[in-house]
């Protein structure tokens, strides 16, 4: 069974990076053929999903992000990672890594605050 | 993007009773070729990450009471409690991951009445 863990600074300044990174174990990210997601959820309202890594290395983002997103992966760590750049209050949430098309797994999620 | 739309958004019902939450999304999520829909049901406690209960809209995941079913095609679906357990009080969403920007409805609140 696939298990997953977020990690990376609870805080971050407006204007600047949020960062975060998923590592895998129990499975390879780079075997089979898998979405890595990312997903958020604001304080008191819903899921949104982030965008995914493909086994194949492409991409897919949610386009209500407006371009500020990248996700990569380090196959040798077996990590995959978020990075949000311009980040303001409104990014302000708990950010969960999931795989699969429907979600079979997640980490236990990663809270990330906006602040100065 | 294919919204999703949930009702109600909450609903209390009794132990033992049975509780029907519906999905409707803005474009069909059918897969003529694969004759599936590309729709999966989550139970999301407090605290913890959602849990996956149901996928190609009525497939249930391993380990999932079979109180828990999903059903529909298309563009409306509905997961049932056939009989709610103390443990069920949660929210749950529904997902669309047919067409990205892969989507969830707004979340169903289900308590005990």
């Known amino acids: 069974q696939v298990q997953l863990q977020e990690s990376g600074p609870g805080l971050v300044k407006p204007s600047q990076t949020l960062a975060l990174t998923c590592t895998v174990s129990g499975g390879s990210i780079s075997s089979g053929s898998h979405y890595w997601n990312w997903i958020r959820q604001p304080a008191g309202r819903g899921l949104e999903w982030i965008g995914h890594f493909y086994t194949s290395g492409s991409t897919s983002y949610n386009p209500s992000l407006k371009g500020r997103v990248t996700m990569s992966a380090d196959t040798s760590k077996n990590q995959f990672s978020l990075r949000l750049t311009s980040v303001t209050a409104a990014d302000t949430a708990v950010y969960y890594c999931a795989v699969g098309a429907f979600f079979d797994a997640w980490g236990r999620g990663a809270l990330v605050t906006v602040s100065s | 993007d294919i919204e999703m739309t949930q009702s109600p958004d909450s609903l209390a019902v009794s132990l033992g009773e049975r509780a029907t939450i519906h999905c409707k999304s803005s474009q069909s999520v059918l897969s003529n070729s694969a004759n599936k829909s590309y729709l999966a049901w989550y139970q999301h406690k407090p605290g913890q990450p959602p849990n996956l209960l149901i996928y190609w809209a009525s497939t249930r995941e391993s380990g999932v009471p079979d109180r828990f079913s999903g059903s529909g095609s298309g563009t409306d679906f509905t997961l049932t409690i056939s009989s709610l357990q103390a443990e069920d009080v949660a929210l749950y969403y529904c997902?669309?991951?047919?067409?990205?920007?892969?989507?969830f409805g707004q979340g169903t609140k289900v308590e005990i009445k």
């Open positions: 997902h669309q991951y047919y067409r990205t920007p892969w989507t």
